[in-house]
């Protein structure tokens, strides 16, 4: 997969061409991180106690799926199979920016997702960590 040049530039500084991609556990898309920002959420990871089955669980499912990817001199990223098969991401995808990461998304899950994601939004209240946000 080609990465937007308009992320090259940030990617290839912070990172030394590295990037890291997991699984998201709560929808059916990828987790992709610098190396520089996934080394931040595997030390939050790592500090869980591991006597706790939700804190091993987390873990297991991120850690253990956490995959290093390099971009090569054109800009792509070879995405590993296990990882694809997780998000079903064949041709096209969409790589949304999120900040601190990317989410990389099948075109189908994500034509399938958004319209609820929007219904779940204007149908909700907002929580009180939204509440301050003015957009």
């Not at 990871?45 to 995959?67: F, K, T």
Request: charged share 25%; aromatic share 6%; hydrophobic share 40%.
């Amino acid at each position: 997969m080609a990465i937007p040049k308009k992320y090259r530039d940030g990617i290839t500084d912070a990172s030394d061409n590295q990037l890291v991609a997991t699984i998201d556990l709560h929808s059916p898309c990828l987790l992709i991180y610098t190396l520089d920002e996934w080394e931040v959420i595997e030390r939050k990871l790592m500090a869980l106690p591991n006597v706790d089955p939700q804190a091993r669980l987390y873990q297991r499912l991120l850690l253990g799926h956490a995959s290093e990817m390099e971009v090569d001199s054109q800009g792509r990223i070879l995405i590993p199979s296990l990882l694809r098969e997780h998000a079903k991401i064949d041709k096209p995808a969409i790589l949304l920016g999120q900040g601190n990461k990317f989410e990389l998304w099948s075109q189908e899950a994500w034509d399938a997702s958004r319209p609820d994601m929007l219904e779940s939004v204007i149908s909700s209240d907002v929580s009180a960590s939204l509440a301050s946000l003015s957009l």
